[in-house]
């Protein structure tokens, strides 16, 4: 059974950089899925933030597109998003997630979720 | 973008009803849609892909339907264990955007 794991810290400053890590059990990094980013303000609906491919190939949301940066780190099995120059907007439940690929994509496994903070 | 319009936004129903949440997609999106569950404080589940393919586990009174630009999500007859809350995602481009979501409260 896939399982995913998020961790970072909880509390990033304003003009700050959010990173967080998501590690995968039960199955490779390597293989053919999307390892996507989602996350959700307290109280609103969700939003996909990104994904990434384990050959490197990214898709961004172009809201964020220039803040954003994901890789992956296959000696781990995990991968990582960063956010730079931080607001109290990007204050959230952010969830990595895996994603199938090509035809009629779908999220099946997600972690269970990371609250992240942007407060001085 | 492609724009996910998801009505009602919330919706009061009792056990035993038969409830139906539809999606708009802003242009074309062919099959390409999910829809997911959320229950308070817990990750999305996804019940529903290609638009009417029922996920592995999920009970068969969630049913989807539609393509192009129209989705509908059924739940046949309520139970205690639906009320949550439910997003549409289209898959058909990136960004892969979700519907705003719909509320199903108990009457």
């Known amino acids: 059974q896939v399982q995913l794991q998020e961790s970072g810290p909880g509390l990033v400053k304003p003009s700050g950089t959010l990173s967080l890590t998501c590690a995968v059990s039960?199955?490779?990094?390597?293989?053919?899925?999307?390892w996507t980013w989602v996350r959700q303000p307290p109280g609103k609906g969700l939003e996909w933030i990104g994904e990434?491919?384990?050959?490197?190939?990214?898709n961004y949301s172009p809201s964020h597109k220039s803040r954003i940066t994901m890789s992956i780190d296959k000696s781990k099995n995990q991968f990582s998003l960063k956010l730079n120059s931080v607001t109290a907007a990007d204050t959230a439940v952010y969830y990595c997630a895996r994603a199938s690929v090509g035809i009629y994509s779908s999220i099946r496994y997600w972690g269970q979720g990371t609250l992240v903070t942007v407060s001085s | 973008d492609i724009q996910m319009t998801q009505s009602p936004s919330s919706l009061s129903a009792s056990v035993g009803d038969r409830v139906t949440i539809t999606c708009r997609a802003s242009q074309g999106i062919n099959r390409n849609l999910n829809w997911y569950q959320q229950r308070q404080g817990k990750a999305p589940q996804l019940l529903i892909y290609a638009a009417s393919s029922l996920q592995t586990g999920v009970p068969s009174r969630f049913s989807g339907s539609g393509s192009g630009t129209d989705f509908t999500l059924t739940i046949s007859s309520l139970q205690p264990e639906d009320f949550a809350t439910y997003y549409c995602q289209q898959t058909d481009s990136t960004p892969r955007t979700f519907g705003q979501g719909t509320r199903l409260e108990i009457k």
């Open positions: 039960g199955g490779s990094i390597n293989s053919s899925h999307w």
């Open positions: 990434i491919y384990h050959g490197g190939s990214t």
